[in-house]
């Protein structure tokens, strides 16, 4: 009977012990693809920041042909 228990406890070692094997697993893979998420992300942030950048550029250049137009017009009198 001793044997039966010991054996029975060892089979239910084995099941835990390979529960966990597959856990570790699951765990390495998430790893992995969340630092993939994390350097998609980044990317993604440079790419707002170079769109950011244009935006300003692109207003700074609209103020200054704004201007213009606006000394145009009063040079021709038209306001």
């Known amino acids: 009977m001793a044997e039966a228990v010991e054996n029975l406890v060892l089979e239910h070692l084995k099941r835990f012990q390979a529960g966990q ?18 350097i998609g992300v980044a ?3 440079g790419d707002v920041a170079h769109v950011s950048g244009d935006l ?3 207003q ?7 201007d213009r137009i606006d000394r145009t017009e009063k ?5």
């Open 60 to 66: 700074v250049s609209f103020d200054a042909l704004s």
């Open 56 to 58: 300003a550029r692109q």
């Open 21 to 38: 094997d597959r856990i570790e697993r699951d765990l390495k893979e998430i790893k992995s693809r969340l630092s993939q998420l994390e």
């Open 43 to 45: 990317g993604i942030r």
């Open 75 to 79: 040079r021709l009198e038209l306001i």
